[in-house]
């Protein structure tokens, strides 16, 4: 089984960024299958474009834009690319770096995805951060970084404590249905949880309002769709559920500091 040194993955890199603390590479897939391997350091695959079929001993991961994964370090995996375009975005956290936060090492174990919104909209900057080139950008990505790594322990924290049944239903609901109107009594019914108890209750497992978390959704469907050249913005604010092109301006702006040109500039093939 091969062992791929820091830096090196299968495909075409098309950049490379040595940090203190990391090794960036923004890598176009080339290979229609790359058997059992596994990386020196724990690193992330965030998907920018396309399709990418991933397994490990325990998981088969079907990968679209927009996903994110995290592999720790020395465990074996395969991937499968579909035909067509596939880009991907990687993190390799150095070991030195990574082991002086033993909170985040020791609750993040194997391989997972990562479905939390936020730390997705913290990959996005991440990646912007890395084209932009200037002397603020180690900082910058460094900082946040370990906000990644900070949402995804409150996470793994989260979930090991017991959480009622219908939070997790409610998550299917709410991520499997992102452009239909729900309402808090057709949630609730749905739930059989009492709709006071639904609106008071829901930041606590999930950080924020219900409104909020329908939008971001929204917002994370609506970059994933980005890299799509035969879609116009209006056609992307449509699709994932937006009233208007304003209210989508107002909503992606909001979770992600910039007008969505910004990312979808950053996000074409050519980039």
Not at 248 to 257: A, I, Q, V
């Amino acid at each position: 089984m091969e062992n791929l040194k820091t830096g090196r993955f299968y495909g075409q890199t098309n950049s490379t960024i040595h940090l203190d603390f990391a090794t960036i590479t923004d890598t176009e897939y080339t290979h229609d299958k790359v058997d059992w391997h596994y990386h020196d350091n724990a690193y992330f695959t965030f998907i920018l474009d396309g399709k990418v079929i991933e397994g490990n001993k325990k998981e088969v991961y079907n990968c679209t834009a927009g996903s994110l994964l995290f592999h720790n370090w020395q465990d074996a995996h395969y991937n499968i690319k579909p035909k067509g375009f596939t880009r991907g975005f990687h993190i390799e956290l150095n070991e030195s770096w990574f082991g002086n936060y033993p909170q985040y090492v020791n609750t993040l174990q194997g391989s997972f995805a990562v479905a939390n919104p936020d730390v997705k909209f913290l990959f996005y900057q991440l990646f912007r951060e890395t084209k932009l080139q200037d002397d603020a950008m180690p900082l910058a990505t460094e900082v946040l970084l370990l906000q990644v790594l900070a949402q995804m322990q409150q996470h793994s924290v989260s979930v090991a404590k017991q959480r009622p049944v219908w939070v997790g239903q409610l998550r299917n609901m709410l991520h499997d249905n992102i452009t239909h109107k729900f309402t808090l009594a057709e949630l609730s019914a749905s739930l059989q949880v009492h709709p006071v108890h639904l609106s008071r209750d829901f930041s606590k497992y999930f950080h924020c309002n219900l409104g909020e978390y329908i939008r971001k959704l929204r917002v994370e469907k609506a970059l994933a769709l980005m890299p799509n050249e035969n879609l116009s913005l209006t056609d992307i604010a449509h699709i994932c559920g937006f009233a208007d092109q304003s209210h989508f301006l107002r909503s992606f702006k909001s979770f992600n500091g910039a007008n969505p040109k910004v990312y979808r500039k950053l996000l074409l093939r050519a980039c």
